[in-house]
């Protein structure tokens, strides 16, 4: 539209909108005004604009757009520095893992947003420059933009990051991630609307993540921007000396008809680079610092025009990486040519380009501008728009602004809101809100309306509050449980919500609240509390009792597996663990173990022992040594957690034993050993290529299970090799969940003390000491790269280096099959080979956003196994083929099973004296 059409428009809209909208409508309007562009000026103390002295463009300050953080200087020291006003402000944002700015847009509508940090060194603390990790995240809506990495940084140069991508509903959210390395801030922020025919491969699924936007030739000024490009596109200037010719023209560069994609401002095509005519071609690269594009995907444009005064004939061919992207090719005089491959993506890690001139060409190439966009992914889906909207409404009126209500409420995961619980089950729709808990929130005024209107809320939760008045009517069919239990609200009670309560279809609660004075119904009585009470001190006490008894049992345990030892058979525990397996007593160990006659393992934990049930399955008993018994924090976790989780790739927990001098816990027996002792075990047997992913995508499935299926989700935080069992068909199975935790949704990690594996832990962890879902991730890549290379997590000869950075090593100084197992002898799928590589590394991104969940893990997996079914039997005879004898399974037999390994130990507290020397081996 016109800036008069625009107008007249938003005058209709403001005639028919409320009158509670009408200043937002206004001020909206306001920021608009004629150039559709948005310039906020970040933690401007100043509550009036100002024009920018360069561009003459608006400046906003940005307390109507974002909630919490603080408004900051740069130091006085840098202010001379300064190259505008925008750099002098920024807004840090101390508290909260996610901080929002949003944006007024108009849905389905391009844009370019442009985000800028100046540090400035404004908190004194010299952060940028003290060799410190200092980096934080960017989301675009609820996706996954970019790192802003500082670390190292001169405080008073400003970074900038850039994105393309198309409004998901009426409003853009720019999210600010704290890493736990630095506090997130920001200095400015900018909207450009873009005509909806540039950048065609931008949609609803991409968007294009700038990594350099540059311009060739001899040109003054540094940055080219606004106004002439009239999108407020950052153009680089780039000059070399000799044998570098700059060309130059005052000629009109126009585009060509019909490629309108770019609209590449002719001044911008009014310069370029070439060489002396006896130079064959060059090589141009952009590079920036603090960025790495080992897994990056990236897609160029070219932006060519022949502009040398003669009618030369120039033609050349345009590599990417050593692949032949364009050949041939011939610029138009004085016409914009501007060549991408229709949106393809590469993966080229050094963003290098190459441009020969062809036998028959007279002239070397030419080049005149040059854009390199990173790819991103906009996979995760909004909350419900409706859901959405009645959350801010609910937020605004109950002023919530101490709740981390910023961004989109369920949108991604490990960000949605406190006190929501969504629906993710439909993995192709939007997220709805299904539950609303508020309690006890300081709540004040009336029961806000805005709940009635969700419908797919299920329960509602608003009770120990102050809320007043009358009881809205609420006739949602999908509410099941109301919870107004101790407030200030009155009757009468609408019918429609005792209709559903007397048929059984709502759990209402009422009592605490003026209006049970008239009414004695259930739903105003405190039964239901006194049960729960008569629970709790019920449960309390017995689960105590089981803990102290625990800790209590004896330092000594001192059997070596013959019958003339103490009878232990007189120290069972009375009460046991209260969980759904079978109890062992210890004249039942005796037996299944043939007086534990055959040993299969030691560890630092104790022994395991071979053993046959009566019904004659065969079973592992892993029992607790005696310097263990007193010390032992793994038993009852992995007793609680595996009595409740049931996978065919997680190792089956048969029973356990809670005698004084005795712990053990009895499993399902595996023939094949571990993983570790087949992938590094000598080379007598070794596993094919796809027995190797077959068993891959057994454990991503196993720990995809933990994640995304119990409820709360579980962290397993020792996934490694030794872990990964495998059965007589070689199904992997994931075992030892003695360092294993739950959390639920309303938390987003689990602060802990060190555990885990040298070589295995995710090296965020070392900044946070924080563990999620995203740390078995990486451990899970670093599995996937042994299984791949056949190498330790940690390789000691000639130099120490850790798995990641050797594959990255080798692949740079070759190829990428210098990194496979030699005992595959190259037979193995070349073609997937890429895809598994890219897989593991991107599951060892240092930032754990940066890393894929398990559900995507493994269905990169199945895509590369299109034989695998998700629903295959692990103990089908059929589903796995292998060529091992029985003197083979018996050799096996009799290796040390069951996640123990002399060569690596888990430790659960403290740091050992290598882990600080491997710390700088886990990063890029």
Not at 301 to 321: L, Q
Request: proline share 4%; glycine share 6%; with cysteine.
């Amino acid at each position: 539209l016109s800036a008069l059409e625009y107008a007249v428009a938003q005058l209709m809209i403001f005639a028919l909108i409320p009158n509670r909208y009408k200043l937002e409508h206004m001020k909206l309007i306001h920021i608009l005004h004629c150039t559709g562009f948005i310039s906020i000026d970040c933690g401007l103390r100043n509550s009036s604009s100002y024009n920018d002295s360069t561009t003459g463009l608006r400046f906003d300050p940005d307390s109507g757009f974002v909630e919490g953080g603080v408004r900051r200087r740069m130091s006085q020291e840098f202010m001379a520095d300064a190259t505008n006003e925008q750099q002098k402000s920024l807004r840090s944002f101390p508290r909260g893992s996610r901080n929002c700015y949003t944006l007024p847009s108009t849905i389905g509508k391009k844009y370019l947003l442009r985000a800028m940090f100046t540090y400035g060194n404004y908190d004194g603390l010299n952060k940028t420059g003290d060799g410190s990790l200092f980096l934080f995240g960017l989301h675009i809506g609820v996706n996954f933009w970019d790192t802003v990495n500082l670390t190292n940084w001169n405080p008073s140069v400003t970074k900038w990051k850039e994105v393309l991508t198309i409004a998901p509903s009426n409003s853009i959210s720019i999210c600010l991630i704290n890493f736990g390395s630095g506090i997130p801030f920001i200095s400015s922020l900018e909207l450009r609307p873009l005509q909806d025919t540039m950048y065609p491969f931008v949609n609803t699924s991409v968007s294009i993540n700038l990594y350099g936007r540059n311009r060739f030739g001899n040109v003054p000024n540094v940055l080219t921007r606004y106004p002439t490009d009239k999108y407020d596109r950052f153009w680089v200037t780039r000059i070399l000396p000799y044998p570098w010719i700059m060309l130059n023209t005052t000629n009109i560069v126009e585009s060509l008809p019909g490629n309108d994609f770019f609209n590449v401002p002719s001044a911008i095509m009014q310069t370029a680079w070439s060489k002396e005519s006896n130079y064959s071609g060059f090589s141009i690269s952009e590079s920036r610092r603090n960025e790495d594009l080992t897994n990056q995907q990236l897609l160029p444009v070219f932006h060519f025009a022949e502009i040398n005064g003669s009618n030369p004939d120039r033609r050349f061919n345009i590599y990417s990486a050593g692949e032949l992207l364009f050949s041939d090719f011939s610029p138009s005089r004085f016409q914009v040519d501007s060549v991408h491959q229709n949106g393809r993506f590469l993966h080229n890690p050094n963003a290098s380009f190459s441009l020969n001139k062809t036998h028959n060409s007279t002239l070397p190439p030419l080049i005149n501008a040059q854009e390199v966009y990173i790819l991103v992914r906009m996979d995760n889906l909004t909350t419900d728009s409706e859901d959405v909207n009645y959350m801010k409404e609910i937020k605004k009126h109950y002023n919530l602004t101490r709740k981390n209500w910023n961004g989109d409420p369920c949108s991604p995961r490990e960000y949605s809101w406190e006190g929501l619980t969504c629906d993710y089950s439909k993995s192709n729709q939007n997220p709805r809100i299904v539950s609303v808990n508020l309690s006890t929130s300081g709540l004040e005024g009336g029961v806000a309306v805005s709940f009635m209107n969700m419908v797919s809320l299920e329960n509602l939760d608003l009770s120990h509050n102050n809320l007043t008045g009358a009881i809205p009517d609420y006739q949602l069919k999908s509410l099941k449980i109301l919870n107004l239990s101790n407030n200030q609200l009155v009757g009468p009670i609408p019918y429609s919500i005792l209709q559903r309560f007397q048929a059984g279809l709502l759990d209402l609660r009422l009592e605490g609240n003026p209006v049970c004075s008239e009414v004695r119904d259930t739903y105003c009585s405190n039964k239901k509390n006194s049960i729960h009470i008569m629970l709790i001190a019920v449960t309390v006490p017995v689960a105590l009792v089981s803990l102290l008894a625990l800790m209590c049992i004896i330092r000594k345990l001192c059997w070596k597996g013959k019958s003339d030892h103490e009878d232990y058979a007189m120290y069972e525990e009375e009460t046991s663990l209260h969980v759904d397996i079978r109890r062992f007593m210890y004249a039942e160990l005796k037996l299944i173990t043939n007086d534990f006659q055959s040993i299969i393992g030691k560890g630092g934990f104790g022994i395991v022992y071979h053993g046959m049930l009566e019904n004659g399955d065969e079973v592992a008993v892993k029992v607790l040594m005696e310097t263990s018994i007193t010390e032992s924090t793994d038993f009852l976790p992995e007793v609680q957690t595996l009595s409740k989780v049931h996978h065919k790739n997680l190792v089956n927990l048969k029973g356990y034993c809670q005698n004084k001098k005795c712990l053990a816990l009895i499993y399902d027996f595996m023939q094949r050993g571990n993983l570790q002792q087949l992938i590094r075990g000598g080379d007598d047997y070794s596993l094919n290529w796809e027995q190797r992913l077959h068993i891959a995508l057994d454990a991503a499935q196993g720990l995809e299970y933990l994640h995304e299926s119990c409820t709360p989700s579980i962290v397993h935080r020792d996934v490694k090799t030794p872990n990964i069992l495998l059965d007589k068909n070689l199904v992997g199975i994931i075992s030892d969940f003695g360092l294993s935790r739950a959390f639920n949704d309303a938390h987003t990690h689990i602060s802990t003390v060190a555990a885990g594996t040298l070589g295995y832990l995710d090296p965020e962890y070392h900044a946070t000491f924080q563990l999620t879902v995203k740390t078995d991730v990486y451990s899970f890549g670093i599995v996937l790269l042994e299984i791949i290379t056949g190498q330790p997590p940690v390789l000691m000869e000639p130099q120490t280096f850790h798995l990641p950075n050797w594959v990255r090593h080798k692949i740079a100084m070759g190829n990428i099959h210098d990194i496979v197992d030699k005992r595959l002898l190259d037979q193995y799928n070349a073609s997937s080979l890429q895809s598994v590589v890219d897989l593991a590394m991107s599951c060892v991104e240092n930032a754990a956003i940066d890393r894929p969940t398990m559900t995507e893990v493994v269905s990169r997996l199945k895509e590369w196994l299109p034989a695998v079914s998700s629903e295959k039997q692990p103990d089908s005879s059929s589903t796995r083929r292998t060529n091992s004898t029985d003197a083979e399974i018996r050799r096996q037999f009799q290796l040390a099973i069951f996640g123990v390994s002399n060569e690596e130990n888990s430790f659960q507290s403290g740091y050992t004296d290598g882990m600080s020397e491997l710390i700088p081996l886990s990063g890029r």
